[in-house]
């Protein structure tokens, strides 16, 4: 683990122990504390160590300049937009460090930074194809281990808390929205494209998951072996940057239409294009916790008019008239929550009305998405095993490395 990432890491979750501490769950909060210290023991790692003073400094930072946030004690959408943020400014640095380990990499030098195991997160079809090859072969990739793990944590939080985290992690998701924002500064409409033409497009990202879902289901398992000891797989996060950095025609014109679909329509690409919101809105269908509305404290029971928290809906979710939200479009992202007058009225609530709060939710996400890399990096499930002599060899022939 690099040093980015401890600090990433341990600030993620000591920002959760504080929150739980702020929220007067203080058993939590020193079970959350006890269990980071245990993780440090065991490790003996200077780097987390190191990780962890860091995100120490951070937090008192936070504290210092902005104590509410500090506290969790902010409203839904400032909450999840500082969550947003921070995971965008993480992934950025985390970035600017494999850029400089593939360019020293490539210009034949020893990297001063070490490869970041995180980014192989980008790479969902390898580990997908290493869960095939996990379950059907009881093989363990040790060239990407963090694809297949980063895959499990983002497909578990559809099963647990909906689609949080498109609506309170993804990036791109939020790259989106202030793509769309700077949109409507030149044009203010909304340009809506009209209902039967919503939902063909609404089933593009099915197709891209179906012909994902394909070219892995397709995979032969006596092939995996091959595939994940082979020069392709332990340089496939560097092919796939060189095909975003060096990018052909066809794909210049893809990215463009990428481009006009998020700013055209709000989470243009998350609702049209993106196979991983197709995956969590199928996988959110099995999620307990739900956008559910309480029809007797909801001012439409008092013969009142409202519908805030469908007008609130980046998804256009008609939310007023529904009891629960089980849309696969529904992001978790709590703006109806926030935009309802009747505190009761509405939550994102477990079946019975029992609400979790958006800490609660902010912290479930991030529980997921940081405590579980730190166990596969404490179990030895997170390192690449290539060394940096074999990458930097298959880099400088990338050209004509294939599948
Ligand atoms: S229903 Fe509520 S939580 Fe779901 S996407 Fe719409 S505003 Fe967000
Ligand atoms: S915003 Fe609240 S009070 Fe208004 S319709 Fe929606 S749930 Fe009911």
Redesign the pocket.
Known sequence: MTITESVTLMLALLYGASQLWWAGKRYGAVAAAVSLLIALAISASPVLLAGTLLAIAGLALLQWRKPALAKGDVRINELRAACQHFIALALLIVAVQYTINSLMLKAGMTPVVSRPNVVDAFLPIAGAIEVKGIVSLGLWDQTHPAAAIMLGIVLLTGILCKRAFC?WACPIGLAGEQLYRLRKRFVKEELMPPRWLDWPLRMLKYLLLAAFIYLVVGMPAMGIPNYLQGSYHKIADLKMALFFLTPGLITLCCFALIMMIASWRRQGFCRYLCPYGAILGLLSFLSPLK?RRNHSACLLSKGMKCDKCTR????N?I?HTKTT?RSDE???????VAACPKKEALGFALPGNHAVSARSLMLGVLTIMFFLPLIAWLLGYWDSQTPDAVRMQLLQMIDHVGH
């Open positions: 609506g956008i609130a809906c980046p998804a979710i939310v939200v529904c992001q978790a992202c709590m703006r109806c």
